[in-house]
Nanobody
């Protein structure tokens, strides 16, 4: 059973930074074979795409709302994916979820939640004004 565990959320002032981490475990095959992504869900809103990284790490996509302020990266030695968020805004407040596909070697990572089979429990990010 694949498990994803997020950490790094918290309370931060607007303009500050946070680095979210997600560790994957339980795969039958190396985690490096799979694309990873971050999504978020704010109160009263639907879950939305934030960022994704391909299995090879060379392709990334970002939501327009975070592009230029956010960097997704992965460390396959640690079975981890990270989300560095800078210049945080109040509207970034949400629960952030790590997600992983079950399709190995997908050339281009997906920005669509239904394409991700595994999800973490989420980590809360609160940005105060």
């Amino acid at each position: 059973q694949v498990q994803l565990r997020e950490s790094g959320g918290g309370l931060v002032q607007a303009g500050g930074s946070l680095r979210l981490s997600c560790v994957a475990s339980g795969r039958a095959y190396p985690n490096k074979n799979y694309g990873m992504a971050w999504f978020r869900q704010a109160p009263g809103r639907e879950r939305e795409f934030v960022a994704t990284i391909a299995w090879h790490g060379k392709v990334h996509f970002y939501a327009d709302s975070v592009n230029g302020r956010t960097t997704i990266s992965r460390d396959d030695h640690q079975n981890s994916v990270y989300l560095q968020m800078d210049s945080l805004k109040v509207e970034d407040t949400a629960v952030y979820y790590c997600a992983s596909t079950n399709v190995a070697f997908r050339p281009s990572p997906s920005t669509s939640a239904p394409d991700y089979e595994y999800w973490g429990q989420g980590t809360q990010v609160i940005v105060s004004s």
